[in-house]
């Protein structure tokens, strides 16, 4: 008989690397850092002398003392060595929240064999469906102050356009770009025009018409606040292109090509949410493809059979685009209503209060607008194709870590690009040169990652795995210069147990961590 005998102190992580054989680093220490899971599974004075000697008693336990000890990882079947195809990312060995979605009771999809590839539903013109660009009512821009205004104090401005993802972080951006003596001015358009106004032939931004769904450009003061402004007649050549999406997603446009350069800023999730009042708590991808897809394909769908109640954007938008993506559905063929830009659909679902249409409601967002708004909105851990629990893109949904989008069990994610205009490889735009030299440097300063951080995104720096395209394969990752202890310390108030303090390297004496970076020993 097994019997469970107290806990024993933790092994420092120098000296534990054994822990789930051939595992990754961020498995390793999930598994050191869960100090409740050390229950040994049996008294015997000596069961094991490695790992494997323990897999007889199943739900991956290590060997520790001589004493095969829990590791508190799961699911049952998860995927315990390095991780190298698709599924193995989904499905490793993790101390994150599981949450269950059952295809074959909720869809009537029970064999193994998935119905992913299913022909779609066209879906019809919905009224009250918004123009194909990020919207908010606009009277023009006669009443409104100018963007640029040398008599006000203002530093010259450099122009941008793109997802109305971004200017949550732009906000907080806006104090760097003003010491760098740039005043940032930001028309939101969408993620596929972002592109298009660098590396397509149309590259000025212009003032809404009177009565237009577009909004007029803002210019952010050093604190962060914006203010709508007056481009003028002439309108503004655009100096950065912002897109949530590679261009090679947008109609027409491949990579950059001679001329033009691509930079990648932090990391972004795009979620399902639901009203706070929604007891829904999981999606499969074949669900979220018979609802996008298939308008709740007949009842198949349930709760989210009624097309009215999605809450989508348009197939320029980077959520879209991403979204679709990972569901299989052509982002231009959604069923649901563009709400206008991802405030809309915030705003929007946030106040549906009944129970019943609560639960009939589903919408598409970036997850910092989620993570602004948590008290109204519930994002939907989502189940891959292939994969065997339901994930949130953080661990529980208490938590802002992003562990999920950081080891990859969150699969729906990807960088924040920057395009611009370049000779020699340096931008020709003096603004520009300016804005990059801000957001897309190799060592990226304190205030840039709190910025980051504080806008719900995922520093590189900061994660273990990485991709070359829109939801593409992933390889596991070790950035050049590493921030993970001091992003979870950052998000978490402490960092992770296998985090050492440091000052300067000479007092990181783990010779596997020998940088010391931000206050903690790191690999590099």
């Given at each position: 008989m097994r019997i469970l005998a107290p806990r024993l102190p933790r092994p420092r992580l120098a000296t534990s690397w054994r822990i789930l054989l051939g595992a990754p680093l961020f498995a390793v220490i999930a598994i050191l850092a869960c100090d409740a899971c050390t229950a040994l599974l049996d008294p015997t004075a000596t069961q094991c002398a490695t790992d494997s000697d323990c897999a007889h008693f199943g739900g991956h336990p290590y060997c520790q003392g001589g004493v095969c000890v829990a590791s508190g990882l799961g699911p049952a079947n998860c995927f315990a060595g390095t991780p190298e195809q698709p599924t193995d990312f989904l499905n490793q060995c993790s101390?994150?929240?599981?949450?269950?979605?059952?295809?074959?009771?909720r869809l009537g999809e029970c064999s193994d064999a998935s119905d992913f590839d299913a022909p779609l539903l066209s879906p019809p013109a919905l009224e009250g469906s918004a123009p194909a660009v990020d919207s908010g009512a606009s009277d023009g821009a006669a009443s409104l102050p100018p963007c640029v205004d040398p008599s006000s104090g203002r530093p010259p401005a450099v122009y941008?356009?793109?997802?109305?993802?971004?200017?949550?972080?732009?906000?907080?951006?806006?104090?760097?770009?003003?010491?760098?003596?740039?005043?940032?001015?930001?028309?939101?358009?969408?993620?596929?025009?972002?592109?298009?106004?660098?590396?397509?032939?149309?590259?000025?931004?212009?003032?809404?018409?009177p009565g237009s769904s577009a909004q007029p450009a803002e210019y952010f003061q050093q604190d962060g606040t914006a203010v709508s402004c007056a481009l003028g007649p002439a309108?503004?050549?655009?100096?950065?292109?912002?897109?949530?999406?590679?261009?090679?997603?947008?109609?027409?446009?491949?990579?950059?090509?001679?001329?033009?350069?691509?930079?990648?800023?932090p990391i972004q999730a795009m979620v399902f949410v639901v009203p706070g009042a929604s007891t829904q708590q999981a999606i499969s991808a074949e669900a979220a493809r018979a609802v996008f897809g298939m308008g709740g394909d007949d009842g198949g769908a349930k709760p989210w059979t009624n097309p009215d109640l999605y809450f989508v954007r348009n197939q320029n938008t980077g959520t879209q685009q991403m979204i679709g993506k990972a569901i299989n559905v052509s982002p231009k063929a959604f069923w649901g209503i563009d709400r206008g830009s991802a405030a809309a659909v915030d705003a929007e679902l946030r106040?549906?209060?009944?129970?019943?249409?609560?639960?009939?409601?589903?919408?598409?967002?970036?997850?910092?607008?989620?993570?602004?708004?948590?008290a109204n909105l519930n994002a939907l851990a989502f189940k891959a194709e292939g994969q065997d629990c339901a994930y949130l893109p953080d661990s529980t949904a208490f938590k802002k870590d992003k562990q999920n989008v950081r080891d990859g069990h969150y699969p729906v994610w990807g960088p924040i690009h920057f395009f611009a205009a370049v000779s020699g490889g340096i931008?020709?735009?003096?603004?520009?040169?300016?804005?990059?030299?801000?957001?897309?440097?190799?060592?990226?300063?304190?205030?840039?990652?709190?910025?980051f951080i504080g806008a719900s995104l995922v520093p590189t720096c900061a994660m273990l795995v990485q991709r070359s395209a829109e939801l593409g394969p992933l390889s596991a990752y070790t950035p050049p210069f590493e921030c993970g202890c001091y992003f979870e310390a950052s998000i978490n108030g402490a960092p992770a147990a296998t985090c050492a303090k440091c000052n300067t390297a000479n007092d990181c004496s783990d010779p596997t961590h020998p940088a010391c970076n931000l206050g903690y020993c790191e690999v590099q």
């Amino acid at each position: 008989m097994r019997i469970l005998a107290p806990r024993l102190p933790r092994p420092r992580l120098a000296t534990s690397w054994r822990i789930l054989l051939g595992a990754p680093l961020f498995a390793v220490i999930a598994i050191l850092a869960c100090d409740a899971c050390t229950a040994l599974l049996d008294p015997t004075a000596t069961q094991c002398a490695t790992d494997s000697d323990c897999a007889h008693f199943g739900g991956h336990p290590y060997c520790q003392g001589g004493v095969c000890v829990a590791s508190g990882l799961g699911p049952a079947n998860c995927f315990a060595g390095t991780p190298e195809q698709p599924t193995d990312f989904l499905n490793q060995c993790s101390d994150s929240q599981c949450l269950s979605f059952d295809d074959c009771s909720r869809l009537g999809e029970c064999s193994d064999a998935s119905d992913f590839d299913a022909p779609l539903l066209s879906p019809p013109a919905l009224e009250g469906s918004a123009p194909a660009v990020d919207s908010g009512a606009s009277d023009g821009a006669a009443s409104l102050p100018p963007c640029v205004d040398p008599s006000s104090g203002r530093p010259p401005a450099v122009y941008l356009t793109g997802s109305s993802n971004f200017p949550p972080l732009l906000s907080k951006l806006a104090p760097l770009i003003v010491n760098a003596g740039y005043t940032p001015v930001y028309q939101v358009t969408n993620s596929c025009t972002g592109v298009a106004s660098v590396l397509g032939l149309d590259n000025v931004i212009n003032d809404p018409a009177p009565g237009s769904s577009a909004q007029p450009a803002e210019y952010f003061q050093q604190d962060g606040t914006a203010v709508s402004c007056a481009l003028g007649p002439a309108g503004a050549q655009v100096d950065v292109g912002e897109s949530d999406i590679f261009s090679s997603t947008c109609a027409g446009y491949g990579p950059p090509g001679p001329g033009f350069a691509e930079y990648l800023g932090p990391i972004q999730a795009m979620v399902f949410v639901v009203p706070g009042a929604s007891t829904q708590q999981a999606i499969s991808a074949e669900a979220a493809r018979a609802v996008f897809g298939m308008g709740g394909d007949d009842g198949g769908a349930k709760p989210w059979t009624n097309p009215d109640l999605y809450f989508v954007r348009n197939q320029n938008t980077g959520t879209q685009q991403m979204i679709g993506k990972a569901i299989n559905v052509s982002p231009k063929a959604f069923w649901g209503i563009d709400r206008g830009s991802a405030a809309a659909v915030d705003a929007e679902l946030r106040v549906i209060a009944n129970p019943t249409v609560a639960n009939q409601a589903i919408g598409i967002i970036s997850a910092d607008y989620y993570d602004a708004d948590r008290a109204n909105l519930n994002a939907l851990a989502f189940k891959a194709e292939g994969q065997d629990c339901a994930y949130l893109p953080d661990s529980t949904a208490f938590k802002k870590d992003k562990q999920n989008v950081r080891d990859g069990h969150y699969p729906v994610w990807g960088p924040i690009h920057f395009f611009a205009a370049v000779s020699g490889g340096i931008p020709v735009s003096p603004a520009a040169q300016a804005f990059v030299s801000v957001v897309s440097v190799p060592n990226l300063a304190q205030q840039l990652l709190d910025a980051f951080i504080g806008a719900s995104l995922v520093p590189t720096c900061a994660m273990l795995v990485q991709r070359s395209a829109e939801l593409g394969p992933l390889s596991a990752y070790t950035p050049p210069f590493e921030c993970g202890c001091y992003f979870e310390a950052s998000i978490n108030g402490a960092p992770a147990a296998t985090c050492a303090k440091c000052n300067t390297a000479n007092d990181c004496s783990d010779p596997t961590h020998p940088a010391c970076n931000l206050g903690y020993c790191e690999v590099q």
